[in-house]
């Protein structure tokens, strides 16, 4: 949300960096990502690191993610709040209204209802994504079946894919409330 | 001293000049209606009286209290703006409703966020929301829309929606209301039940000025009207005088072709 507001910002300094920021964390892979993040604190003899172990990898996967995640999530957010009419908001400014309760009584349940499918997509790719968090030796999901197929086993991969499919249902389900919750009016 | 005294505003868009120099003023009851081809500059006239654009010179008064002056920037500043505004209100070409609000949380919307800036709120919070319902219901029913409350804007004709938008705008009781071709996005059935309304408004004297294309409804209204052109007032006068008998050339061209639709 801070990412949507600093790209529309009216102080260009500011807009420019946040966009620069989100074309380079979109532009490039998230793989990549994951092993800079990881990687590049030690790599660079920053005072910084990661905590040893298990927890480490698990805390830079997760740093990763949201950086990532935070970057599509704002473009979804700035098109939402982008696509209201200026006449909504010329109609709250001739009531009196402040920026502030224009933006929360006025049109932040439009813009809601108008992203919940695109932040659907984005939540279903990131449960799928998170198997990338192998490249860090995290133990994934994927990573675990692995394991079981050298030992000539295949059914644990299916279970995998099973166990996806139930993650993605489960969201499935979820957003459709929100969605049937939000139908009472047309935007 | 007029009620509302407008002086010298012009506005420009990057290098198209939209209005020049215009002049005039509105006594307290008074109607006044605008009319005039599209690009004339009658919305951005009322926009600029409510605000939402800014001129680039000229005074706005009213009742004595200078609430724009181009050359002053105090009185600009966005919080004396904000009060300044309530002296207006606007009804939009179209509607601009609240899509996720009943038809009365519509209309009470705004006196509620007012309300809580009242320092006896907290005190009073239920009487004073109940106040709020109470005159919200009223205005409705003004406009013909008892039975609408606890609808939603979607599920009401276009001429319904427009009578909620002037119940909400009438409920923070501005002094003069502004009216933006009110009934241009309508089916032709729709508007006279929108027009009767804006009537009614005018007879209990309720300080109007109304951009419109309704030729007939203008000079009905109308205690003066405004033709404009070009960004200029061209003529104004008494309905039957600006209507029955145009002085200038300008303004005999544009009533000619109405005369021919």
């Not at chain 1, 990687?39 to 805390?59: A, D």
């Not at chain 1, 010329?90 to 349940?109: N, P």
């Not at chain 2, 949380?105 to 809580?116: F, I, S």
């Not at chain 2, 039975?147 to 501005?174: F, N, T, W």
């Amino acid at each position: 949300m801070v990412i949507a507001f600093g790209s529309m910002s009216r102080f260009r300094p500011l807009r420019w960096v946040v966009r620069t920021f989100v074309w380079i964390i979109r532009g490039t892979p998230l793989m990549l990502q994951l092993i800079v993040i990881f990687f590049g604190p030690g790599l660079l003899n920053m005072p910084f690191s990661w905590p040893s172990g298990e927890s480490g990898r698990f805390v830079a996967a997760t740093v990763a993610f949201i950086i990532n995640y935070a970057c599509y999530f704002s473009e979804i957010y700035r098109g939402g709040i982008e696509s209201i009419p200026v006449g909504q908001y010329e109609a709250g400014q001739v009531l009196g209204m402040k920026k502030g309760q224009i933006f929360f009584h006025v049109t932040l349940l439009q813009v809601i209802k108008r992203i919940v499918p695109p932040i659907g997509n984005e939540v279903i790719t990131l449960v799928k994504d998170t198997s990338l968090a192998r490249i860090i030796a995290n133990k994934e999901i994927i990573m675990m079946a692995g394991e079981y197929t050298n030992k000539g086993l295949i059914w644990p991969l299916f279970a995998t894919g099973i166990y996806f499919l139930v993650f993605g249902g489960v969201l499935t389900v979820l957003l459709d409330w929100v969605e049937k919750k939000l139908s009472y009016f047309r935007v | 001293m007029a009620f509302l005294e407008v002086k010298g505003i012009e506005k420009s868009f990057g290098t198209v000049q939209v209005l020049r120099k215009i002049d005039f003023s509105l006594e307290k009851g008074e109607v006044i209606s605008i009319i005039g081809s599209s690009g004339s500059g009658k919305t951005t006239l009322l926009r600029c009286l409510n605000f939402l654009e800014r001129p680039d010179k000229g005074s706005i008064i009213v009742n004595n209290e200078v609430i724009f002056d181009a050359m002053d920037p105090a009185t600009q500043r966005e919080s004396e703006v904000r009060k300044k505004r309530l002296h207006f209100g606007l009804v939009f070409q179209n509607f601009n409703l609240f899509p996720q609000y009943t038809v009365l949380k519509n209309v009470t919307l705004a006196a509620e966020l007012l309300a809580k800036e009242r320092p006896d709120f907290k005190q009073n919070k239920k009487a004073i929301l109940k106040e709020i319902q109470d005159r919200g219901k009223m205005l409705l029913s003004q406009v013909g829309l008892s039975d609408k409350l606890d609808c939603y804007p979607h599920m009401i004709s276009g001429g319904q929606q427009q009578r909620v938008a002037i119940a909400r705008a009438l409920a923070l009781e501005p002094d003069i209301l502004c009216f933006d071709e009110p009934t241009s996005a309508l089916d032709p059935e729709l508007t006279g039940e929108v027009l009767k309304v804006i009537r009614n408004l005018a007879d209990r004297n309720t300080t109007m000025i109304i951009v419109t294309h309704e030729m007939d409804f203008a000079r009905d209204v109308a205690d003066r009207v405004i033709f404009m052109d070009g960004g200029v007032i061209v003529e104004q006068g008494h309905p039957q005088e600006v209507f029955g008998n145009p002085k200038e050339e300008r303004t005999k061209q544009f009533l000619a072709r109405y005369k021919k639709d």
